[in-house]
């Protein structure tokens, strides 16, 4: 199917291409799995698979969860003659909490001033203006959030697109780079609740104020 698709695939200079490749691999030697995404072809995303009737960011591969990888030699090899997206999977090395930009602004402004730096982390933002919060894996929405709209959870079996794929929009961008937060995931509930403060203040209604004991305790440290 390349074949038939690969003259129309956003046209990427072959310093472009050596730049998405170089960042997938500092990605992957950070420890953060690594799969590729579908070629951006004018307004639609190709990955090459016969029938795929996905247009939109998808991954290349259809096994992408057992592919992706940390392994710099092996993703470095998914770069060499595609211009392919960099997708990061989500649930392993970090989960991601994604808001409107409205409230992704408030959110980082809110955790810079924030006496505790464990609170702050790697923020990617879409063209289309959705704030992505890379946090450490495994806990849950709080319960304030579990029904809010407002904000999405991605963890197992997910992913993101990673700076610099580019979107029929643009480029995704690090409003905060990992290399700003020195590759460090804040604690999830820290950021929760920096969220849930900024959705208050803009007025959105959530559930009550938790009981004593309804929220646990952050399971890792430093």
Not at 45 to 56: D, K, L, N, S
Not at 97 to 117: K, N, Q
Not at 136 to 164: K, N, Q, T, Y
Not at 181 to 193: F, G, I, M, N
Request: aromatic share 8%; proline share 11%.
């Amino acid at each position: 199917m390349w074949g038939t698709v690969g003259p129309h695939v956003v046209h990427l200079s072959p310093l472009e291409r050596v730049r998405l490749r170089r960042i997938a691999v500092r990605y992957a030697m950070h420890g953060w799995e690594v799969t590729p995404g579908a070629c951006l072809a004018r307004s639609r995303f190709v990955c090459g698979r016969a029938g795929c009737p996905t247009v939109g960011c998808h991954p290349a591969l259809e096994n992408w969860e057992l592919a992706a990888s940390t392994d710099p030699a092996r993703v470095a090899t998914w770069w060499r003659s595609r211009p392919h997206g960099v997708l990061l999977p989500t649930g392993r090395a970090f989960d991601v909490l994604e808001m409107p930009s409205y409230l992704g602004r408030h959110v980082l402004d809110a955790i810079s001033d924030h006496p505790a730096d464990r609170a702050r982390g790697p923020v990617a933002v879409t063209p289309s203006g959705r704030w992505m919060f890379l946090v450490r894996p495994g806990d849950p929405l709080r319960p304030e959030l579990d029904h809010c709209f407002h904000v999405v959870r991605h963890g197992v079996g997910s992913w993101i697109p990673a700076p610099p794929t580019r979107l029929p929009e643009g480029p995704v961008r690090w409003a905060l780079a990992p290399e700003q937060a020195r590759w460090r995931l804040p604690d999830s509930y820290l950021v929760q609740k920096v969220m849930v403060d900024a959705l208050r203040a803009t007025g959105v209604a959530l559930t009550a104020d938790l009981l004593p004991g309804q929220l646990p305790l952050p399971r890792r440290g430093f």
